[in-house]
């Protein structure tokens, strides 16, 4: 299966952008470089809609290669004369976002995402570099000082999962509810492709999980992060326990003492929980807490980072990946994306 970075949805939206440049400046006068548009469908003798297009994704950060495959997957899907009709109406054509999101894809390999996406990714106030992703910081065998990292600074990253949840649950990923196989009916889609985690009649946890029982003992960072969006939420923080949150992440793993993290209990120190992290719209009140919890701003795209092995003890083996939504309704949050790198 054809693995895609987490920096995905990243250099989508540069893509996109970069089309809404080409669309604000195809009518500009004066240039010889920028093909002007006449009328709906016609661009001048300069050149054709799709090589104006590939112009300026070339001048994004793309390579040629890149723009040129980008530009001819959009000709190849509306025409020449409809990109120049979108051009002129300075409007997305339709079924825009799924056509950027497929040719990214396919014209951009995952290390050329992760590079181009980078900045944005490093640049998130989200991604975990402090606190306790530093708690165990430690000489390794090279004699240089650990510390953990993020995607981007990953060397020979190897993609263990990247998965969108744009239309479909990915290969693998199955419903789940307390950890569980099992349909809760919190689950949807709405048009366009997002997948919302939303609350029952009552309070609960439910989402979707990825099996991976994967050897991580010989690995000197595995990085998780996810994609998403809270946009409504009741029970504030995360909720009693530390384990309630519109949306979290959380990863099993056995780690190096030989412990199974794999359950969360009502005790947020117990030693067997596995790796939970919510994230809230709500700051916690006299009942709740941000125990295990980050805060959000509600109806915005963030990106989370962290290094598993930043854990005490670190992971030997991890289980199962998780990606969940908590606690009393109303609520309502968007799962994007989740990714696993490891590397160096």
């Not at 990109?83 to 976002?97: C, H, M, N, S, T």
């Not at 996406?117 to 998130?124: H, I, P, R, S, T």
């Not at 959380?250 to 003492?257: F, I, R, W």
Request: hydrophobic share 40%.
């Amino acid at each position: 299966m054809k693995q895609r970075a987490l920096a995905l949805v990243i250099v989508v939206g540069l893509v996109a952008a970069a089309c809404g440049d080409s669309a604000a400046s195809s009518g500009e006068s004066g240039s010889t470089t920028t093909p002007s548009t006449t009328e709906a469908g016609e661009m001048d003798e300069v050149g054709t809609a799709e090589a104006f297009i590939a112009e300026v994704f070339a001048t994004e950060g793309f390579t040629d290669e890149e723009a040129s495959c980008l530009a001819g997957a959009l000709a190849d899907e509306y025409g020449d004369a409809a990109l120049g009709d979108a051009l002129f109406a300075e409007e997305d054509p339709p079924g825009f976002d799924a056509v950027i999101e497929t040719a990214t894809f396919e014209c951009i390999s995952a290390e050329r995402l992760i590079e181009i996406g980078g900045d944005d990714l490093a640049g998130e106030a989200m991604t975990e570099t402090s606190s306790d992703a530093t708690a165990t910081s430690a000489d390794d065998p090279s004699g240089e000082t650990w510390a953990p990292k993020t995607i981007e600074e990953l060397v020979d990253p190897t993609v263990i999962v990247n998965d969108g949840f744009g239309w479909e649950l990915p290969a693998g990923w199955f419903e789940q509810v307390w950890f569980k196989p099992a349909e809760s009916g919190e689950l949807w889609w709405e048009d366009g492709g997002s997948m919302h985690f939303t609350g029952g009649d009552s309070n609960s946890r439910a989402g979707v999980r990825l099996d991976l029982n994967l050897d991580v003992s010989d690995v000197s960072h595995a990085v998780v992060a996810i994609h998403g969006i809270v946009n409504d939420q009741t029970l504030a923080g995360t909720g009693f326990d530390g384990r309630e949150a519109p949306l979290a992440m959380a990863v099993a793993y056995v780690d190096e003492a030989g412990t199974s993290h794999v359950g969360l209990s009502e005790d947020p120190t117990s030693p067997t929980n596995v790796f939970y992290r919510g994230f809230s719209i709500l700051e916690p009140d006299d009942r709740t807490s941000m125990t295990n919890g980050l805060m959000v701003t509600a109806g915005e795209p963030f990106i989370h980072q962290f290094d598993l092995m930043s854990l005490d003890p670190p992971p030997v083996e991890i289980l199962f990946l998780i990606a969940e939504g908590g606690g009393w309704p109303t609520r309502d949050a968007v799962l994007a994306e989740m990714a696993l790198v490891l590397g160096d």
